[in-house]
């Protein structure tokens, strides 16, 4: 399996709702990250995993709340969200944070609308 | 500060017509820069890393660290190349943790 799956790929929730998006990849790699697409924009990292351990995160609103189960699950926990984090989240993993010149592979994304 | 900048959004050549996508950036440190590409539906794929010095679909880029540019080329457009393309700069921030800081992007659209 070489590609990084997510679910689901529409969500639509209330701001009093809790909700969580996932994220998979079975091909070994080390890092896992989150970032934030809004339309016509260019992604924004959001957190970093390293190793099941987060590394980076970007000053992120405590609404978001990634967790990191095992080295291939990524999700990321979704409560109290605000209309204006309606965007498309997309998840990536790459090999081995260490290693020079390994890249991102990305996700299709979740399309989140917050009502 | 660390910056990758792409200065067109929206770039529409003819079917055939040479393509030159511009990125600069601004790093300090010894830059690894990457193309993204995102067709229309699609994922976000890697098209080109500098290091490999490779040729994906016909896509070149040369890493100019005088004039701190990445620009993307492809001598002849075609229909299929029309998506939005990202250049991306990877920031090592030490601890074996690295982030990728994307420019704005530039949407190429290839008329028939």
């Known amino acids: 399996d070489t590609e990084v799956t997510q679910t689901p790929k529409h969500l639509v929730m209330g701001m009093t709702n809790k909700k969580s998006l996932k994220c998979e990849q079975h091909?070994?790699?080390?890092?896992m990250y989150w970032y934030k697409q809004k339309a016509k924009k260019p992604p924004e990292l959001m957190f970093v995993y390293s190793y099941e351990k987060l590394s980076i995160n970007e000053s992120v609103p405590s609404r978001f709340s990634p967790e990191c189960p095992n080295s291939s699950l990524l999700n990321l926990h979704l409560h109290a969200l605000q209309p204006e984090d309606s965007a498309l989240y997309l998840c990536?993993?790459?090999?081995?944070?260490?290693?020079?010149?390994?890249?991102?592979?990305f996700g299709p994304g979740t399309r989140l609308t917050v009502l | 500060a660390q910056r990758v900048t792409q200065p067109e959004k929206l770039l529409s050549v003819f079917k055939g017509a040479p393509v030159e996508l511009k990125c600069n950036y601004s790093y300090s440190g010894s830059p690894e820069l990457f193309w993204y590409v995102q067709y229309s539906r699609q994922r976000l794929q890697l098209l080109l890393r500098h290091i490999s010095r490779e040729s994906i679909k016909g896509f070149t880029a040369d890493l100019n660290k005088g004039e701190t540019s990445f620009h993307l080329k492809k001598p002849f457009a075609q229909e299929e190349d029309s998506a939005m393309y990202y250049c991306?700069?990877?920031?090592?921030?030490?601890?074996?943790?690295?982030?990728?800081?994307f420019g704005t992007g530039t949407l190429l659209a290839v008329q028939p």
């Open positions: 091909m070994g790699h080390r890092a």
């Open positions: 991306a700069l990877k920031l090592e921030l030490g601890g074996a943790t690295n982030k990728l800081i």
């Open positions: 990536a993993s790459s090999q081995d944070p260490g290693l020079l010149y390994n890249e991102q592979f």
